[in-house]
């Protein structure tokens, strides 16, 4: 019986493991509000935040496409939005000015 669950756990570890061929590879996505009014940021129409005048934030991510968009509810500023495509190692900045 002390063989079989060592058996089982030693199966469990290797269907489990890292295959060494797959790595995975990050971007950085950066938001900067240079405006005078408050954004909430969208990223793929998922609401991340919202972000006050002068600030920014990073944020890192899987590779792929993004749509990143800034939605402002004061009539002084507009809404504004961008896309790309960011490979591995790439930086996405996405400046609302």
Known sequence: MKYLSL???LFLMLSTSCNPDEVECDIT???TNNKICDADIYLNDVFIGTLEPN???NLTRPEGFYNCEASISNILCSDESASMNVNCGETFNFSID
């Open 55 to 57: 600030y920014y934030f």
């Open 7 to 9: 058996l089982y756990v």
């Open 29 to 31: 996505i950066i938001i």
